[in-house]
């Protein structure tokens, strides 16, 4: 009986390219309606949050940027952001990052001594929940309330200050003035350093224990646990923790507005005069061309601040 042999590579060698079941099926199959309505299940649940974002975060954005580089008749200038970039809106961004620098790096310190005995101390102790808690509550307390809270405690006919006066020691006679840049200062301690609390804890909470035993078993103190292991790991997450502070306090409006009324050149309080309706003729956008500048600085620390937690994270998974 005579068998045929394909040459090798035409249609009819069934090891050939274009030949088998893959080249006889028709067109590719359509996903089935299960399928896609798993896959939009799987995507709904960020649909919100991007919705949010988009509304709150992009599109404003968008039009502070657009907005930063029109002139009154709609033409683009680059007045705008000379001026925002001169004069007293340079010195309110000066002090601005100057507060916002203090306001992390001091409360970021204490924050995270505090954040260190609560996690030295029993997980179930009633003074470690009472810290967190309180933390939590004084992290969120501010605006108006807060500055009120404080004109009556330390401003100059307090409660506090005329305690101290009785004592003889009268604060606003020694450079003291809760009205001034270092009082703003005080004030944004009150909630800088819960909030350091309460991020930097998870941190801590990430040390594994087994590290420490390991390092005491091979002679090593304290200190140089903490020097060789732990502040290594660590020093990533206090720096992101630092850079989170720092964009709450440069972010900040509504307590120092309401304690100083103004009377200290904050970025945040020059662009909420302009958004109150006080402008000089043909610079309506400079306030746009300043919340730029405000969105610039705290883009380049939020990236810094993701770069320092993807560190972090290969060591605190």
């Known amino acids: 009986m005579d068998q045929t042999v394909a040459a090798p590579g035409s249609l009819a060698d069934p090891g050939a390219l274009g030949s ?31 919705v949010y974002v988009t509304l709150g975060l992009l599109l ?12 009154p008749n709609g033409g683009f200038t680059l007045s705008n952001v000379k001026t925002a970039t001169h004069g007293i809106y340079l010195h309110g961004f000066e002090q601005s990052i100057i507060l916002s620098v203090i306001t992390s790096i001091v409360p970021g310190i204490f924050g ?17 929940q009472v810290v967190v808690t309180a933390s939590g509550v004084f992290a969120n307390f501010g605006g108006v309330p807060l500055a009120f809270l404080f004109i009556a405690t330390l401003g100059s006919s307090g409660l506090v200050t005329r305690w101290l006066v009785d004592l003889g020691f009268d604060p606003y006679a020694h450079g003291f003035n809760l009205y001034s840049l270092s009082g703003v200062i005080v004030v944004y301690m009150y909630f800088q350093i819960p909030l350091m609390v309460l991020v930097i804890l998870p941190a801590l909470e990430g040390l594994r224990p087994a ?7 091979l002679g090593a103190r304290t200190w140089d646990y903490w020097r060789l ?3 290594p790991v660590l020093l990533p997450s206090f720096l992101g923790c630092v850079l989170l502070l720092f964009g709450s306090a440069l972010s900040a409006y509504a307590t120092a507005e309401a304690l100083t009324s103004g009377t200290i050149p904050l970025t945040s309080i020059q662009i909420g005069s302009f958004l109150n309706g006080n402008v000089i003729a043909g610079q309506e956008n400079v306030g746009k061309a300043l919340g730029l500048g405000m969105v610039v600085i705290i883009a380049i620390a939020m990236m810094i601040y993701v770069a ?10």
């Open 60 to 71: 404003p954005m968008v039009a502070v940027a657009i907005g930063a580089f029109q002139s």
């Open 211 to 217: 590290w420490r035993e390991a390092a005491q078993n």
């Open 20 to 50: 088998g079941p893959a080249a006889q099926s028709g067109p590719p199959r359509k996903p089935s309606l299960h399928a896609v309505l798993r896959r939009l299940r799987r995507i709904s649940g960020i649909v919100p949050f991007g």
């Open 308 to 317: 320092l937690q993807r560190r972090a994270s290969k060591w605190l998974r």
């Open 229 to 231: 292991v732990g502040g």
């Open 112 to 128: 995270l001594l505090i954040a260190y005995a609560i996690f030295t101390a029993k997980r179930g102790s009633v003074l470690r």
